[in-house]
Each structure stands twice: as C-alpha cells, then as structure tokens.
C-alpha cells in the first residue's frame, strides 16, 4: 500500500505544486475578506458624498469672496435682475396657450 501512495505523489508532483499554491493563496484571501468584513477598524464608517456636496466644495474652494463694494452692488443688482426674468419667464410658461379661445376666431 505505501508504494501506491509515494507513487502517486511522484507522478502527480508537476500539477499539485502550483494547485497547492493556488489554495494557500485562496485562503489567505478569504482570511482577509472575512478580517475586513466583520473587524470593526477595517470598517468604513463614511458614506460617499453626494454631486451637489462635491459641487458646492468644489466652487467653494475655487471661487474668491467679492471684496470691492461697487462689484458687489453690481452682483446684486444683476440677482434681483435675474430672478424678475425668471419669474417672468415661469409666468409665460404656465399662461394658457390658445386653450380659452373661441373657436373659429
């Protein structure tokens, strides 16, 4: 029976080396997927941060403060300009189109 057995070893060597190594190397893997998964320091407490957040400190971190007066006052004015045209243009969009017109006329 032991002549069997060393026998088998023998031939077989060329393809269970790198099978071995394939499984030892698997098992370090699944030790460290289960390490990352249920240790509490290799947990990832942050959640990711939305596109308007990422926007926001994107502009913030590039876009200076407005320190002259008058640029300022202009920023302003062109604001109050702006939102005036937007409400115009919103009224227009939500006045009926022809809908309350005779027919025929």
Known sequence: MNIIYADFWEKNIGW???????AFFGVIVLIVIMIRKYAK???????PKSQEEIA????????EPVQDEKTAEQMQ?????NA?????????????KGED?????
């Open 84 to 96: 005036i045209k937007e409400d115009d243009t919103k009224a227009k969009e939500n006045a009926p």
């Open 16 to 22: 269970l080396i790198p099978l071995i190594l394939v």
């Open 56 to 63: 926001q400190e994107e502009l913030n971190r590039v876009l």
């Open 41 to 47: 320091p290799f947990k990832n407490e942050e959640k």
């Open 101 to 105: 017109k005779p027919i025929g006329k």
């Open 77 to 81: 004015k062109f604001d109050q300009e």
